[in-house]
């Protein structure tokens, strides 16, 4: 008997942690209440999609109202500042607005921020607005660091262009507060004064597929001021003014007519005046070969 239980003693032992084995694992098995233990849902983790903001849709705006050379109400209400054009002077304020509704009125442009209050202004041709006021004189540049813009002011500087010839002969006297009322543009016609001489500088300055842009240097040759001046003259290959700057422009088939504007009608002697415009061409693009002041025909050059 001692024995048996001897082995009784020494046998089982195995078996009864083999039964307390699977006991534990019964038990871990059950919610501890006796339940089945639910399986362990897979963990998953959702990808980060950065948002996309979309930014506004600036296409087909047109600008509808001019507040001063610089300031102008776009068609969705926003008003903008153009970026790098000093204020008006008082001298010239009413001569610079006139050329922005010229230039920019009801016309469908683009605009590039540039900052939260800044904006640069392209035209439907791609010229930029700001560069073209400066380069003509209309208003300074306040962009010291902007090279192309510095370099449009010294021309137009040198020039005497707009605002650097009479009657503000470099005076940077700020413009008073502009009229909120900023109507179209009008040009008062001046009765034609007889030209003695005059020469035409005509420069195709840049070229794009299907366009291009010139600058039209005016000068009178003759020894008195002239004034009321109608430039006129033919293209040859079917060109097309599309916009025209410091003048106003009429085109019956080949035949182009520009007229002074307000403020620009008075040529002195030995005086010139710049005017421009953009246009439409096709691949040959000929500059036109006579250009008459009054019905007075010019020089070239």
Not at 17 to 24: E, G, P, V
Not at 29 to 54: F, H, K, L, N
Not at 175 to 198: E, F, N, Q, R, Y
Not at 238 to 258: F, I, L, P, R, Y
Request: charged letters at 15%; one cysteine or more.
């Amino acid at each position: 008997m001692r024995r048996l239980l001897g082995v009784f003693t020494t046998r089982p032992t195995g078996w009864l942690l083999a039964a307390a084995l699977l006991l534990i694992g019964a038990a871990g098995a059950c919610g501890g209440d006796g339940e089945q233990a639910s399986p362990a849902a897979p963990t998953t983790t959702t990808p980060y999609v950065p948002q996309i903001i979309e930014p506004p849709d600036k296409s087909g705006l047109t600008v509808r109202q001019v507040v001063d050379v610089r300031t102008v109400q776009l068609s969705d209400g926003e008003e903008v500042r153009v970026k790098g054009l000093a204020a008006p002077d008082a001298c010239w304020a009413d001569a610079a607005a006139t050329f922005a509704r010229s230039m920019l009125l009801e016309k469908p442009v683009e605009t590039t921020p540039d900052g939260e209050a800044l904006v640069s202004l392209r035209l439907a041709d791609g010229t930029d607005y700001g560069l073209l006021a400066v380069e003509l004189g209309m208003v300074r540049n306040e962009a010291a660091d902007d090279r192309a813009m510095s370099e449009a002011e010294k021309t137009a500087s040198t020039k005497k262009l707009g605002r650097w010839g009479p009657p503000c002969t470099g005076q940077t006297s700020a413009a008073p507060a502009p009229s909120p009322a900023s109507g179209p543009t009008t040009t008062t016609t001046v009765a034609a004064k007889p030209v003695s001489g005059c020469s035409v500088a005509y420069v195709i300055t840049d070229r794009w597929p299907g366009g291009f842009r010139t600058d039209v240097t005016i000068r009178n040759t003759g020894n008195a001021p002239l004034s009321g001046w109608t430039l006129q003259w033919k293209f040859a290959n079917g060109q097309k003014v599309s916009e025209m700057w410091n003048a106003t422009s009429k085109q019956s088939g080949a035949d182009v007519s520009a007229t002074a504007m307000n403020y620009n009608q008075t040529i002195g002697a030995g005086e010139s005046v710049l005017m421009g415009f953009t246009g439409s061409s096709g691949s040959t693009n000929t500059a036109p070969g006579a250009f008459s002041l009054n019905g007075f025909p010019c020089k070239l050059g």
